[in-house]
């Protein structure tokens, strides 16, 4: 089992009154998965991301990936464990602008210290996979929004992580750029076999999904196979 999650819970604090994110959440997720989390605005979707993600911490519970509990990791060894095992593609996309395309797709790999060579071709083929070949010097403010989004999945999995968490990777683009690059994101999962895991409102990715698990107040409420 690639995730495994014993209940999770996550509680904010607004004005000295808690605010309940997450209850007691407990759900495995193995390796290959293209899964979905859905729900409506507010049930956790994000929040849940974030926990797989180390992006934030649980109040309760416990969160481990590829055999590492990562709940108790130190911010440096979670920061490196990050690195090294997971993908993310946001929404708004956060390249580095002053950054040429080819140098954003290799930043996580610069981190690595992959040499120069290997980058360089892994870059390119990576550029080949998402339909940018070509563009690897052009800086991000010269592409539409769909080459930007391709652009966060190259560099997402160019680092051949074992998981890539996409946090509503198509509400930023229009909806035939959409389907193309979840198809595309499809297509990586099969020929690679990294762990897909969505956050998101889109029917498109809920409907490609081969597993749909769905939120609502912070809690499991339904789960599809497929």
Sequence with gaps: MLIEIQD?????????????????????IEEGEFSAIVGPSGSGKTTL?????GLDVPSRGNITLAGTPIAS????????????????????????????VAENIEYVM???????KERRERVASIL??????GMEDRLPNNLSGGQQQRVAIARAMVAKPRIILAD??????DSHTGVELVDLMHHLNEEHGMTFIFSTHDRMIRDRAKRVIK???????EEEKR
Excluded: C
Excluded at 110 to 116: I, S, Y
């Design 8 to 28: 999770l819970e996550k509680v904010y604090h607004d004005h000295g009154i808690p605010v309940h994110a997450l209850h007691t959440i407990t759900m495995d």
């Design 49 to 53: 991301l974030n926990m797989i993600g």
């Design 73 to 100: 990791m130190s911010q440096r060894d979670l920061a490196n464990f990050r690195r090294d095992n997971i993908g993310f593609i946001f929404q708004n996309f956060n390249l580095i602008p002053v950054l040429t």
């Design 110 to 116: 610069v981190l690595q210290d992959v040499p120069a």
């Design 128 to 133: 080949y996979d998402v339909g940018l070949e």
């Design 168 to 173: 509503e990777p198509t509400a930023n683009i």
């Design 215 to 221: 939120l609502r107040d912070g809690k499991i409420v």
